[in-house]
């Protein structure tokens, strides 16, 4: 589970095991689907939000910071609220 702490209303996105994510704000699901990784590239298999997918990111992380930058592919991504989620924005791990 991963916070943006810029966001003052608890922004976050949260990764499971089983290839799970769910975005969410003030504890409220906005957006769930399925996820890959391969290599430094997070791609969005699925979501319930009728964006296209798959979509794919350029992420790193240091063991408390999960980065995200746009890929060729998302640079075009049609959904404003995605895109805005993973231009540039840097998420802290939650404990």
Do not use: H
């Not at 990764?15 to 430094?40: H, I, P």
């Not at 063991?63 to 998420?91: H, M, P, V, W």
């Amino acid at each position: 589970k991963f916070m943006n702490p810029k966001s003052e209303i608890g922004e976050g996105v949260e990764f499971n095991t089983d290839g799970t994510w769910r975005a969410f704000n003030s504890g409220y699901t906005l957006a769930r689907g399925t996820y890959s990784v391969e290599g430094d590239v997070y791609i969005e298999e699925t979501n319930n939000g009728n964006c296209p997918a798959p979509m794919s990111y350029k992420y790193s992380f240091d063991g408390t910071n999960l980065k995200f930058e746009l890929t060729d592919q998302s640079q075009d991504d049609s959904c404003a609220d995605r895109k805005a989620g993973f231009d540039g924005i840097t998420y802290v791990l939650s404990k």
